[in-house]
């Protein structure tokens, strides 16, 4: 790994990073999250709680804490940016289930959101019923600060969406080994969000999925202590 390279992980007095999707003012949250100034919205995407309990009912014992630790992020952004509103960009739940597997802790820590401020669940292929009782409004798809906040992507390169969905990651070579980081994509048309959830994987963002989405191959914005622009020729597959 580069000097050049692990500076990605240095401390910034700006940790976020500010671009521009469709003209349109997006700040880029070093925990995944996407900040609208405009319409004073936190929007995050894929958080996909109680997967660690989906897991373990088939048999893959994980450390029952995602959801945990999810909530816990959420939380300390609302509370560092007083948003009038939080959008939840699809598959918030893991499976058709999850919400009966949510601890009372936890689906009392949503309503308390959806008390204080609006919350917007997008439906995804994971929660298609979107909401249910934890409080706030689901809708397949919605318009905010001149943007179109959906789940999955549209097929080919538009102008002006916000989506989720491919839990787009990158992944640098160096010297001295090779860094993978979650990571925003965009090519200043278009923005995909990388999953909020603890446990949520992540798809290497030269992988084929994503060669329509862009008129011009994407940046990665890589997450760590700040968010770095990685340009698309730095960008390495996952596998020779």
């Known amino acids: ?31 995944g999250a996407l900040w609208l100034a405009q319409a004073q ?3 995050v995407a894929d958080l996909h709680l ?27 952004e609302v509370a560092a940016l007083s948003p ?19 601890a009372a802790t936890d689906k009392a820590r949503l309503h ?24 706030g409004e689901t809708m397949e798809v919605m318009e905010a600060a001149g943007l179109v906040l959906r789940h999955d992507p549209s097929p080919a390169p538009v102008s002006g969406e916000v989506a989720g969905h491919l839990h787009p990651c990158l992944r640098l070579h160096g010297a001295a080994g090779s860094l993978r980081r979650r990571c925003f994509a965009s090519d200043g048309q278009r923005l995909i969000l990388p999953a909020f959830g603890a446990y949520a994987g992540g798809l290497n963002l030269l992988d084929s999925a994503f060669t329509s989405l862009f008129a011009t191959p994407p940046t990665g914005y ?5 968010v770095t622009a990685v340009k ?4 390495r597959p996952d596998r020779a």
């Not at 580069?2 to 910034?12: E, G, S, V």
């Not at 698309?232 to 960008?235: I, N, V």
Request: charged fraction near 25%; avoid cysteine; charge should be neutral.
């Open 1 to 31: 790994m580069t000097l050049a390279d692990a500076a990605m992980l240095a401390p910034a007095a700006d940790s976020a990073l500010t671009i521009r999707v469709a003209g349109v003012e997006a700040t880029l949250r070093p925990s």
């Open 41 to 43: 919205m936190l929007v």
């Open 50 to 76: 109680e997967k660690g309990s989906s897991y373990a009912a088939r048999g893959q014992l994980l450390p029952p804490y995602d959801t945990l630790e999810t909530l816990d992020r959420l939380e300390r």
């Open 84 to 102: 009038r509103s939080v959008v939840f960009l699809g598959d918030t739940l893991h499976d058709a289930q999850a919400q009966s597997r949510l």
């Open 112 to 135: 308390a959101l959806s008390e204080r401020l609006r919350l917007i669940w997008i439906r995804g292929n994971h929660d298609p019923d979107g909401a249910g009782t934890l409080g």
């Open 222 to 226: 890589a997450l760590g202590r700040r």
């Open 232 to 235: 698309p020729q730095r960008l």
